[in-house]
């Protein structure tokens, strides 16, 4: 079975979150789509341009988002790429209608913070960048100190340098949901 994915950023994303998340899930076989507003060139934190080389398709608009085409949605960080798609109604639909259906929805470092806004967290463990922690508090998840955590659908991870981690639940986790 091939899976798909997409990564959700913006304008000053954490470059190591989105060229580690899309090539590794390259690497696994998986269908992967990057989605900025409107499908825009953006650049990230230390200068990656998206789309990132020759090989990468056309970017994905937030119009473009259905639940019915992924099996996970990547939310990554870098402070500002994040703030600014959390204030996107289109991608907040999005995020909760992947949550609704069950899907898997991963956050890493400031990813979350969309989260919060679809609010996704109530309820649920997580953990939590320190820059983002009583925001995550807020929205009703109960905050661990951990590197990953995994809680049904839901993936946190703390900080980019837990990538690998990060990327082991949730394939592992998509795998188990599929049954």
């Known amino acids: 079975m091939r899976f798909t994915a997409v990564i959700i950023t913006g304008p000053g994303f954490q470059d190591h979150d989105v060229v580690y998340t899309y090539y590794r899930l390259l690497e ?9 507003k409107d499908g825009a060139s953006v650049t990230g934190k230390y200068g990656v341009p998206l789309p990132m080389d020759k090989t990468a398709k056309p970017l994905v608009s937030f119009d473009d988002l259905d639940v019915a085409r992924y099996d996970a949605v990547i939310l990554t960080g870098g402070h500002e790429a994040p703030d600014r798609v959390r204030q996107d109604a289109r991608v907040l639909d999005f995020v909760r209608g992947m949550d609704a259906a069950g899907k898997v929805v991963a956050g890493l470092c400031h990813g979350p913070w969309i989260m919060v806004s679809a609010g996704v967290l109530r309820g649920r463990k997580a953990c ?14 109960d905050v661990v100190d951990s590197d990953v955590i995994v809680d049904g659908n839901i993936i946190t991870c703390s900080y980019y340098g837990y990538l690998g981690a990060f990327m082991r639940a949730v394939f592992g986790t998509v795998e188990k949901l599929a049954g």
Not at 28 to 36: F, I, L, R
Not at 130 to 138: E, H, K, T
């Open 128 to 141: 939590a960048y320190i820059g983002l922690r009583d925001d995550v508090i807020n929205a009703g998840a």
């Open 28 to 36: 696994e076989g998986w269908y992967a789509d990057v989605a900025t």
